[in-house]
């Protein structure tokens, strides 16, 4: 696994190269920063986004999935339009 450091937009940025995929890593100034996984075809994989994980599947589908407020867990698998946001 390789890591770059650099920065876009006058902010920090690392790059994770891994053997199944690219991952990029932007500070966003709250506690968690952006997260975007991409696999070698160049589609996205994964992405954190705001507390919500988002997860595409092997069948290209995006799922969302994240924390409620009183700890439960939820997903909505998301529409091909919203998926493409």
Do not use: H
């Not at 966003?28 to 991409?38: C, I, L, N, Q, R």
């Not at 599947?57 to 939820?74: E, F």
């Amino acid at each position: 696994m390789s890591v770059l450091l650099g920065s876009w937009r006058d902010r920090p940025i690392t790059i994770s190269i891994k053997p199944n995929c690219i991952t990029v890593s932007i500070p966003t100034g709250s506690t968690e920063p952006d997260v975007f996984s991409y696999d070698y075809e160049g589609r996205p994989w994964t992405a954190l986004l705001n507390g919500i994980a988002y997860r595409r599947g092997l069948d290209g589908k995006m799922v969302a999935k994240w924390q409620t407020l009183d700890r439960g867990r939820d997903r909505l698998w998301l529409l091909p339009a919203e998926a493409r946001q």
